[in-house]
């Protein structure tokens, strides 16, 4: 019998940089050097032929090869997620640096220097699998920590709130915002009259909708975007005594955003826009990395505040609460197979360890039912969480046997606790052994079907954050949502939203209202809160209009909080034969000595030659990409590359969108003449600071571009290239 050891692959050395990663070790395959096998590991002869009566005849049914290949392919394919199916993931680690005995006793948060293993899964939440990352949408921010006792999951968004307050509405919220279901249209898009008809109807949800027509729907990254718990949770401490908290992560590379006109465009060019930056980004060694915090509430100050902790519609101010920082998160490795982890990882609000606990939070108590039930059927069956990227890395015992797809091999005969033949064995822990324990919380209630009324103030907290914007965001706001509701066909739906802003502040629903052509209704017929059920007296649960002085909270806004820096950033140097080669070194050295990559984009493919006979090669031709991919551009000087560039009209378009999303825009010598005969000609005239020009060395030029790009956007070009958004 022929050997077949020797083809076999040679085994790579064993990853174990993480207690995960070297658990998943057992799990891959690499077919270098191998022979071509069926699933039961025969090897196959010939794979492009089935079986056939005649080289010109019927395939024959016995062909074992056909039909197993068939078949599986038939059925590669699982449900996608209901909500969240568009996603990213990458493996990283939890690093403590500040102990949280005092208020847990979570192992992996008592040791400062201590590194927890993590999964961490980004996504979209209305849009399929295959849709835009550049949806205007809530992100998700999922993280498995695989702890030694056992997985803990932070099942977070990007925003601090959610749209309802009680899980029961969660599957209309959902049907509401979803493509609508005559015509399953739009798709990753919340602009259309279902989603809005929904939310003129649900005033709760005015908090969590300043959030998700603002700039937070739109990030530049999953690298630079905020992560949040949302719901108040608890610590217990080894004493069982508890402390609320909530869970806030701050990306280290700060909070940037772009523009919707910008989010449009790159959902046309490059749809895979987040996904492909956090794999480049991972893949060249920028690790992601983001300040893991948490608010600590002492129980006594439960009903201390002007809202409810339960109510995750609400904050707790960081100004209230400050933010302890207890470490950082950081990715540092791409997934070997997306089906295999970022598409089989299953996160649960209930996944938590001793020293954890959760909130009656109406909101969360749902979702405590809704991840186990979603993953049988979205993953097939009860032993999901043996599947690699789920598996913990703390040993697992227990008596739940069988199932589709079983993968343990439990040995022995019982199966049930207690036993006297299996030894007793595996036993409950007792706390000291690090056993699981819930807080023994003190209840004395009727059961009601109610909604408590500290829930009921819908607005306040919404002004709050429209008032604690920066004054362009404040606009962006406002042309998100004339965006939105100009999108909406129903004139009721339209006034319903306006009134509901209207409860905000009169400015906001105003200046939509301009944009609609719309005047915004003093008092809608009829219109009725319904969520305090169909006997509710109508006098007492209309929520009030807010018509106080709001908090000032410069951490919600990106652009109060924003730090300059430009690390990361992707700087397009566009060039043509004959470029001023001083200039375009100058510029490349200074945009990575300030932590930023330089692409060369060209008319065509190739080499490029510069005015001293250097070639370049070029990264994209200019067919293939598009502005909005950028964070800035060069245009280089030298007389024949300025005359190509010229006559090529993606070049004009080029700078010209770039020019139009408030972008930093730098050039030398000759190409001064190229801009002023495209639309970047206005901003020059009205004295733009980001468009650098008229240096008299190319190392200044190349300083102050860097400048110019390390601040982001110049946002008053904004007035002049978008003044409706
Ligand atoms: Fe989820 N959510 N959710 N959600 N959620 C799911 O679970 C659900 C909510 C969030 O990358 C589903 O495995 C209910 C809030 C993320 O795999 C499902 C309610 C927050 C992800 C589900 C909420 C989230 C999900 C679909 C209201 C922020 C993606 C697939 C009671 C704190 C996880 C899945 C991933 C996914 C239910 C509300 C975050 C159906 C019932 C609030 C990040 O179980």
Excluded at 243 to 270: N, Y
Excluded at 417 to 435: C, S, Y
């Amino acid at each position: 019998m022929a050997k077949r050891s020797s083809a076999r692959p040679t085994a790579k050395t064993k990853r174990t940089d993480s207690a995960k990663t070297a658990d998943l070790e057992a799990n891959i395959e690499e077919s270098a050097g191998a022979l071509l096998t069926s699933n039961q590991g025969v090897p196959v002869n010939d794979d492009h032929n089935s079986l056939k009566a005649g080289d010109r005849g019927p395939s024959l049914l016995e062909d074992f090869l056909l039909r197993e290949k068939i078949t599986h392919f038939d059925h590669e394919r699982i449900p996608e997620r209901v909500v969240h199916a568009r996603g990213s993931g990458a493996h990283g680690y939890f690093e403590l640096d500040h102990s949280l005995t005092k208020y847990t006793r979570a192992a992996f948060l008592q040791t400062t220097g201590s590194r927890t293993p993590v999964f961490v899964r980004f996504s979209t939440v209305a849009g399929s699998r295959g849709s835009t990352d550049l949806a205007r949408d809530v992100r998700g921010f999922a993280i498995k920590f695989y702890t030694e006792e056992g997985n803990f999951d932070l099942v977070g968004n990007n925003m601090p709130v959610f749209f309802i307050q009680d899980a029961i509405k969660f599957p209309d919220l959902i049907h509401a915002v979803k493509p609508e279901p005559h015509n399953e249209i739009p798709q990753a898009a919340s602009a259309h009259d279902t989603f809005w008809d929904f939310i003129s109807l649900t005033p709760e949800s005015a908090h969590m909708i300043m959030w998700v027509m603002s700039d937070r729907a739109i990030p530049r990254s999953f690298r630079m975007m905020e992560g949040f718990g949302v719901h108040t949770f608890r610590f217990l401490n080894a004493k069982g005594e508890s402390t609320f908290i909530k869970w806030h992560l701050k990306p280290t590379l700060g909070m940037k955003s772009v523009l919707w006109d910008e989010a449009q465009r790159i959902s046309g060019c490059d749809p895979d826009f987040h996904r492909r930056d956090l794999w480049e980004a991972i893949d060249s060694g920028n690790f992601p990395e983001w300040q893991v915090g948490v608010q600590l509430i002492p129980e006594a100050d439960e009903h201390k505040f002007a809202f409810d902790l339960l109510d995750p519609t609400k904050i707790v101010p960081e100004e209230l609460v400050p933010v302890t920082p207890i470490g950082r998160l950081v990715l540092d490795r791409n997934p070997d197979n997306f089906f295999a982890e970022v598409e089989q990882v299953a996160f649960h609000t209930g996944h938590i360890v001793p020293g954890m606990d959760f909130t009656n939070d109406p909101l969360l108590q749902g979702r405590l039912f809704s991840y186990t039930d979603t993953q049988l059927i979205r993953l097939g069956g009860p032993n999901f969480h043996e599947i690699p990227i789920n598996r913990p890395v703390a040993p697992l015992h227990n008596n739940q046997r069988d199932g589709f797809m079983r993968q343990m091999i439990n040995r022995g005969v019982t199966s049930y606790d207690p036993n006297t033949l299996g030894g007793g064995d595996p036993r409950q822990a007792k706390i000291a052994q690090g056993g699981f324990a819930s807080h023994a919380e003190r209840l004395d209630a009727a059961k009601v079907r109610a909604r408590s009324p500290s829930f009921s103030d819908h607005f306040s907290q919404a002004a709050m954050f429209f008032h604690s914007q920066s004054a362009v965001e404040q606009r962006h706001i406002i042309n998100a949502l004339r965006f939105e509701l100009g999108k909406c066909a129903q004139q009721s739906v339209r006034e319903r939203v306006l009134y509901l802003l209207s409860q905000i502040d009169d400015a906001l629903a105003k200046g939509v209202a301009d944009g609609l052509g719309v005047l915004v209704p003093k008092k809608i017929e009829g219109y009725l809160n319904q969520n305090f059920g169909a006997d509710a007296d109508p006098k007492t649960v209309q929520p009030k209009k807010f018509t106080g002085k709001s908090h000032d909270s410069p951490a919600l806004s990106i652009m109060r909080s924003a730090k300059p820096g430009m690390q990361t950033a992707k700087i397009a140097v566009l060039l043509a034969d004959g470029f001023d080669e001083a200039g375009v070194k100058a510029v490349s050295q200074a945009i990575s000595a300030a932590g930023g990559e330089a692409k060369i984009i060209a008319p065509r493919g190739g080499m490029a030659t510069g005015d001293k006979g250097t070639e370049l090669k070029v990264d994209f031709s200019l067919p293939t990409v598009c502005s909005v991919v950028f964070d800035a551009v060069y245009v280089a000087g030298g007389e024949s590359c300025v005359a190509v560039l010229q006559g090529e009209t993606r070049a004009v378009e080029f700078v010209e969108e770039a020019n139009k999303h408030c972008k930093a825009i730098a050039c030398s010598g000759t190409a001064e003449a190229f801009l002023a005969s495209t639309r970047v000609q206005a901003s020059i005239e009205a004295g733009d600071v980001a468009v650098v020009l008229g240096h008299s060395s190319p190392k200044q030029m190349a300083s102050a571009f860097v400048e110019a790009i390390s601040n982001h956007r110049n946002w008053e070009r904004e007035s002049l290239t978008l003044p409706n958004g």
